[in-house]
């Protein structure tokens, strides 16, 4: 897992002025265009979340790590590139109580969004997270009303992106078998770092992984 590790710069990475890294952009850009319009290739990355399940209570923080789902979890967001579902941030060990929305908030790319982006590009999100000029997202349903034929039409549209995050995290589950259930008693801090350490590990091989195919 060590070895594994010593990659992890090498293999999750995204630098704007990095040569390999602007093709990749330019790869990304391309498929959102030709799968959904012109006007919308500036949005070629995606975010999602998902909670990798642990298999018993830990017994520290215990309660911190209770989600919605009635699971015990660390909670993860991945922004990932839809074409080919590499990886480039991500997050990973928040306790699984807390809301994706705020688990957000830990990423680089909520920090220092100008590392992603420069003008007229944006990252695609479902309804959950905050409004951002570089985070589109679908129309929410407006209190007791309903949306437009316009605001369906385009949710409709941007879930058809979205629903590549989803993909990647059943690919991620079915390739690394063990994130479905962590078998890792949480009894302290260290127990929590050599969990994060096997889910980074996953991670890192997943894009080795896109690397070579």
């Known amino acids: 897992m060590i070895a594994i590790l010593r990659h992890h710069n090498d293999k999750i990475h995204f630098d704007p002025l990095d040569h390999e890294d602007q093709e990749e952009r330019k790869r990304s850009q391309?498929?959102?265009?030709?799968?959904?319009?012109?006007?919308?290739?500036?949005?070629?990355?995606?975010?999602?979340?998902?909670?990798?399940?642990?298999?018993?209570k830990p017994g520290w923080h215990g309660e911190g790590f209770f989600d919605k789902n009635l699971n015990y979890s660390l909670a993860a967001q991945v922004v990932i590139l839809p074409h080919n579902l590499c990886i480039i941030d991500y997050v990973i060990?928040?306790?699984?109580?807390?809301?994706?929305?705020?688990?957000?908030?830990?990423?680089?790319?909520?920090?220092?969004?100008?590392?992603?982006?420069?003008?007229g590009q944006w990252l695609w999100a479902d309804s959950v997270y905050a409004v951002r000029t570089w985070c589109v997202m679908p129309f929410k349903w407006p209190l007791g009303g309903n949306l437009t034929r316009d605001q369906k039409t385009f949710n409709y549209h941007l879930s058809k992106v979205c629903v590549h995050s989803e993909h990647f995290f059943?690919?991620?589950?079915?390739?690394?078998?063990?994130?479905?259930?962590?078998?890792?008693?949480?009894?302290?801090?260290?127990?929590?770092?050599?969990?994060?350490?096997?889910?980074?590990?996953?991670?890192?091989?997943?894009?080795?992984?896109?690397?070579?195919?």
């Open 30 to 56: 391309q498929w959102v265009k030709e799968k959904m319009c012109w006007e919308w290739r500036g949005g070629f990355l995606c975010v999602d979340g998902t909670p990798f399940n642990l298999f018993q």
């Open 93 to 119: 060990g928040i306790p699984g109580s807390l809301h994706n929305s705020n688990v957000f908030r830990c990423m680089r790319i909520a920090w220092t969004p100008e590392d992603f982006f420069s003008g």
């Open 170 to 213: 059943g690919l991620l589950k079915g390739r690394f078998q063990s994130l479905q259930e962590l078998q890792f008693s949480v009894q302290g801090k260290k127990d929590l770092d050599y969990s994060n350490m096997w889910i980074h590990s996953c991670l890192i091989l997943h894009n080795f992984i896109v690397e070579i195919k």
